[in-house]
């Protein structure tokens, strides 16, 4: 039954404006191709944007202008796009003249001043109902225009640096994340005063966002996966093997794939020697590609990432640290592909210890539901069964754009009972 109230559209509760909105979106990296979980959300959520509504998106492209291929992905969905280079050089020398100036590195290494140009000109040119900012590092375009904003902020940065810092044994790496940390104490409350709403992927990163600023109002906004594309494969007898998978230049994938490599998998060959593992992903660093051997192999840049989970006995990813969701589990589960995994790495997702995965504090945890799992292929299908019924109820695209439907609605609806100058706190 649908009704109207405040002339929008009223069906179960929620808002649906019947004039589209125009809307300005700013990304710190081209949505496209698909793969990192950034790309792959604000690519989902821009064409779903894109279908009711004008969308502008002011977005970077690092090094070089975008492909044809990745200026058709977007164009296609309707989208006025607005591309701006990032020069890492220029960006990095720029972010150290900045050290100074309170915002962490993070945030200065991305605020460029072409990028201010852009939306600035886009703003005196046309009048826009809505901004939305994907990630903190394009917040602060934004934070002072007076239309209603949106800050996806995704996870709780002060937490996944402070976490980071502490699962880090790299010298440089825990002076960089002591840094960030200590900066973003004090940026990461502040920023969010700027926004009518900020959402977060899980409930534990909206606790640490309302620990620092319980003022600003924050919404739970999830993951999701194309559940036609990472579709599951069933057949225990057909799964072999190790994997992990995902961007293989970053310094979390990079630990963990050492990690098992180096520690886990010697130990699993102690009582199941003939155990491959296989590493699969973008861009691998030269300390991912030097852990080959006979049993580790490493698949750089595949096309289609669901076919080796599709195929892998156990996905395994002893993460440490951080914060957020792991896109990758949800792809994994979506897949039918068991997983094994730590209570860091299954954040945010709505799992049972084994109901729908298997979850280990130790080394020797870890190990033991591995090999328990490699011996045990009807153990697994239930696993896999129940794992990918958690993903279609919880993490369908189609959930998503339900939960980001109502935050604007809800958005617009209270916005009716506010002057302009009081959209943020001051």
Known sequence: MQTVLNGKAHTNGVYHHRKPLNILFLTPRFPFPLYG????KSYHLLKHLARRHNVTLVTFNHRRLPSPEQLSAIRELGIELHTIVLNPVRAGIRCVKSILSGNPLEIAFYNQPEFTSVVDQLCRERQFDLGISFFMRTAEYIKYKTFPKILIAEDCRTMYQSRSYEASDNLKQKIVRWWEVKKLHEYEPEITRYFDITTLVTKDDIEG???????????????????????????????????????LDVWANEMMVKKIA??????????????????VG??????????????????????????????????????QGGSGIQNKILQAMSCGCPVVTTPTGIQGIPVEHGRDVLIGSTDEEIVSHVVRLLRNPDERERLARNAREIVEHYHSWESIYKSFDSIIDELFVDMEHLPPDARFYK
Not at 225 to 240: G, I, T
């Open 282 to 319: 973008t861009s691998p660093s030269s300390l991912v590609m030097n852990l080959q051997n006979e049993s580790v192999k490493v698949h750089a840049n595949v096309p289609r990432m669901q076919d080796y989970m599709q195929q892998a006995a156990i996905f395994l990813h002893p993460h």
């Open 209 to 247: 966002m309302r620990k620092q600023n319980s003022r600003a109002e924050y919404r739970l906004l999830t993951n999701g996966v194309e559940l036609d594309v990472f579709s599951p494969n069933y057949d225990q007898k057909s799964r072999s093997g190790l994997l992990f998978s995902g961007k």
């Open 262 to 279: 180096q520690e886990l998998l010697p130990e699993i060959h102690k009582q199941i020697p003939s155990v491959q593992f296989s590493i």
């Open 37 to 40: 979980g950034d790309r792959i």
